[in-house]
């Protein structure tokens, strides 16, 4: 059974960074990518970034382009969100999620981990 567990979330200040990590357990874990998805209050949970696990590509939307990088540790089955120049629409819960093969869907998910952004 695969695990995926979150940490580093809490409270920031506008313009303050942040980094997250997830850690993966699990003899059978396999991926072909990565993400991790920001849901905000009283929104749809959104897709922040992600990185494909063999090769590291990665893909950010616009909103966060130029401040998130996502990277990972195949070795230690580690992945990691370094969040900076912090907004308050940054605020939500994050969840890293797993990709196991191409063409699946995001089917193994985190419990999430709360990132406020407030002055």
């Known amino acids: 059974q695969v695990q995926l567990a979150e940490s580093g979330g809490g409270l920031a200040q506008p313009g303050a960074s942040l980094s997250l990590s997830c850690v993966i357990s699990g003899r059978t874990f396999s991926s072909y990518t990565m993400a991790w998805f920001r849901q905000g209050p009283g929104k749809e949970r959104d897709l922040v970034a992600s990185?494909?696990?063999?090769?590291?590509?990665?893909w950010f939307p616009r909103s966060v382009k130029g401040r998130f990088t996502i990277s990972r540790d195949t070795a230690k089955k580690t992945l990691f969100l370094q969040m900076n120049s912090l907004k308050p629409e940054d605020t939500g819960v994050y969840y890293c999620?797993?990709?196991?093969?191409?063409?699946?869907?995001?089917?193994?998910w985190g419990q999430g981990t709360q990132v406020t952004v407030s002055s």
């Open positions: 990185i494909r696990w063999f090769d590291g590509t990665t």
């Open positions: 999620a797993n990709q196991p093969a191409f063409g699946d869907q995001y089917t193994q």
